[in-house]
């Protein structure tokens, strides 16, 4: 049963420090995502990628966040430097590009203290 | 801009029927899906269905879309317990399949 997965699935930190989140897509799926889910914006598009080539991140916040695929089994999301309004859910998703229906993993849970 | 409205929340015995709605606004959809959220995990895809489609089933659901009034709507049947969950609404959007979401509809069943 392929799935997404993600890592860390909770992290704490304080605010001012570096969080790395890894997304492992499922093998085969060339486009990958990466939402936040808070309760006041429900969830946002971030980012994605297609054959690892980042094809939107506007929904990113530029000055602190950064997404990657060092490879096709890996996907990152750094936030340098969290801050308490980061704290939310983070899910990843990937697609496979003949029916493009994207499979979420579990999320992390990020809480910025 | 393209936007996604769904109600917050539905309750229903359980055994009866569930009807969660959904608007969007972009004409140009091409696929519609549901996605469904239980409490602390991801989105599970239940079922989606293709602009040119008035109506998919699958089991208990039914998906009926009129692309006149860009409505959409997923029908549980004999809705469980194991049902309560969030679900999302969400069109497809662009020609690299951005998702827009909608706020999501709390599905509360009682015995």
């Not at chain 1, 093998?27 to 990466?34: A, E, Q």
């Not at chain 1, 990657?68 to 430097?81: F, G, N, R, S, V």
């Not at chain 2, 769904?6 to 608007?23: A, K, M, P």
Request: overall charge neutral; proline content about 5%; aromatic content about 10%.
């Amino acid at each position: 049963d392929a799935r997404v997965t993600q890592t860390p699935r909770h992290k704490v930190t304080e605010m001012g420090q570096e969080v790395t989140m890894r997304c492992q897509p499922i093998l085969g799926h060339n486009t990958v995502f990466w939402y936040r889910q808070t309760m006041m914006q429900g969830l946002e598009l971030l980012a994605y990628f297609r054959n690892r080539a980042p094809l939107d991140d506007s929904g990113m916040p530029k000055d602190r966040f950064s997404a990657e695929m060092p490879d096709a089994t890996l996907a990152t999301l750094k936030i340098q430097p969290s801050e308490p309004r980061d704290s939310a859910v983070y899910f990843c998703a990937s697609a496979p590009t003949t029916t493009d229906t994207q499979y979420f993993g579990p999320g992390t849970r990020l809480t910025v203290l | 801009g393209e936007d996604v409205e769904q109600s917050l929340f539905l309750s229903v015995r359980e055994g009866d029927s569930s009807v969660i709605n959904c608007t969007y606004t972009d004409s140009s959809s091409t696929y519609l899906y549901w996605y469904k959220q239980e409490p602390g995990a991801g989105l599970q895809l239940l079922t989606y269905i293709f602009s040119n489609m008035d109506m998919k089933q699958d089991q208990r659901l039914t998906v009926l879309l009129n692309k006149k009034d860009k409505h959409l709507s997923l029908r549980i049947a004999d809705t469980q317990t194991g049902d309560s969950a969030i679900y999302f609404c969400a069109e497809r959007f662009g020609g690299y399949n951005k998702l827009i979401f909608g706020a999501g509809t709390r599905l509360a069943v009682h015995p």
